[in-house]
């Protein structure tokens, strides 16, 4: 079964500017959760997708944004970027089952000048 | 404020030896608990997962949860230089439908050949 895949894997944007990213889950999962990690916070949660609706959002600002499609497929938003913005985003995915186990993609690695 | 507590290390030990990673929560109510390991650049791995006290065990990895006392801790016998890690501990907060996983700021593992 393949895993979570993340595109793209690195981008680098300038301040101010948006930016979008991509997370498909493995075949099967109807859920997608959404991380930043960064050296100082570590992993934080950002948002958690069911069934093309937001379930659960964590303490980021509303410049952080998501969606998901039918096929469970799940894009994040960034608009307005700031240097603190800069971190690995990291979309795990689960079965939603009594276990709850999530399985991470490689991550997207942003970089914001 | 719910929360996940471990020792950032580094936990240095000599190969063969085994590793004793330790993580106490601050909610009696969490039911889920999980370790992740993180290689320098990449994205967590899922390692063990654990739901009842006692001990669980996988190959040279062993959980053990205690909820009366609010701690999870994770034994890796046998240790090797591929080891070498950040283990992160996880743990699951909420009710069905609104649930978040919760990171500790993980321990850095060496093992010393």
């Known amino acids: 079964k393949a895993g979570v895949t993340q595109t793209p894997r690195y981008l680098i944007k300038t301040r101010g500017q948006q930016v979008t990213l991509s997370c498909s889950p493995i075949?099967?999962?109807?859920?997608v959760s959404w991380y930043q990690q960064t050296p100082g916070q570590g992993l934080q949660f950002l948002f958690e997708?069911?069934?093309?609706?937001?379930?659960n959002k964590g303490n980021f600002p509303g410049r952080f944004s998501g969606r998901q499609f039918s096929n469970s497929r799940s894009e994040m938003n960034v608009s307005t970027l700031e240097l603190g913005d800069s971190a690995l985003y990291l979309c795990?995915?689960?079965?939603?089952?009594?276990?709850?186990?999530?399985?991470f993609g490689p991550g997207t690695r942003l970089t914001v000048t | 404020q719910k929360e996940v507590e471990q020792n950032s290390g580094p936990l240095s030990v000599p190969e063969g030896a085994i590793a004793s990673l330790n993580c106490t929560y601050s909610d009696r109510v969490s039911q889920s608990f999980f370790w992740y390991r993180q290689y320098s650049g990449k994205s967590p791995e899922l390692i063990m997962s654990?739901?009842?006290?006692g001990d669980k065990e996988d190959g040279r990895f062993t959980a053990q949860l205690n909820k009366a006392s609010q701690y999870v801790s994770l034994l890796i016998r046998d240790s090797q230089p591929s080891d070498s890690a950040t283990y992160l501990c996880a743990v699951l907060w909420g009710d069905t439908g609104r649930r978040a996983l919760t990171f500790g700021s993980g321990t850095r593992l060496q093992v010393q050949p």
């Open positions: 997708y069911f069934s093309e609706t937001q379930r």
């Open positions: 075949s099967g999962h109807r859920s």
């Open positions: 795990a995915s689960s079965s939603q089952g009594s276990s709850y186990e999530q399985y």
């Open positions: 654990i739901y009842s006290n």
